[in-house]
C-alpha cells in the first residue's frame, strides 16, 4: 500500500470512528498557508484539529510518535490559519492524534484527546 492510499485509509477509519465517540467531522484535508489539516471536528463546543498517522509496521516506533515538535508547530501554525479564516469565531480548541496501526487485522486506532498544546 502506497502512501497515499494509506493515508486515505487512515483518514476515512479515523473519520468513522471520531463519528462513533460523538465527534462531528466539519472538514478534512484542509489545505491553509500554515499546513495541512487532516480533520477538523467539533466535539461539543470545542473545536478538534485532528492530525491522523497510520503505520503498516512498528519497526521504527508507534504511529502518534511521529506527530513530534516540528509536526506539531506546523499543526498549531494550520490550525491558526484556519481560525483566521473564520474571524468572530469563539471557540475553545484542542489537538488530537488518531494513530492507526495496520500492522495488525483488523487496523487499531487509537485515539489520543488533548495530544498536545501549542508551544509544547
Request: aromatic share 6%; charged share 30%; with cysteine.
Amino acid at each position: 500500500m502506497n502512501e497515499a492510499t494509506l493515508g486515505g485509509r487512515a483518514e476515512s477509519l479515523a473519520q468513522a470512528f471520531l463519528g462513533e465517540q460523538g465527534l462531528n467531522i466539519v472538514a478534512k484535508n484542509v489545505r491553509t498557508e500554515g499546513g495541512e489539516l487532516d480533520l477538523v471536528a467539533t466535539d461539543g463546543d470545542v473545536l478538534v484539529f485532528v492530525e491522523v498517522k497510520g503505520r503498516t509496521r512498528r519497526d521504527f516506533g508507534l504511529p502518534e510518535e511521529y506527530v513530534d515538535r516540528r509536526k506539531r508547530q506546523r499543526l498549531v501554525s494550520a490550525a491558526e490559519a484556519y481560525l483566521n479564516r473564520l474571524p468572530g469565531l469563539r471557540a475553545s480548541c484542542r489537538f488530537d492524534v488518531v494513530a492507526v496501526d495496520f500492522s495488525q487485522a483488523p487496523p487499531a486506532l487509537h485515539h489520543i484527546k488533548d495530544a498536545f498544546r501549542p508551544g509544547d
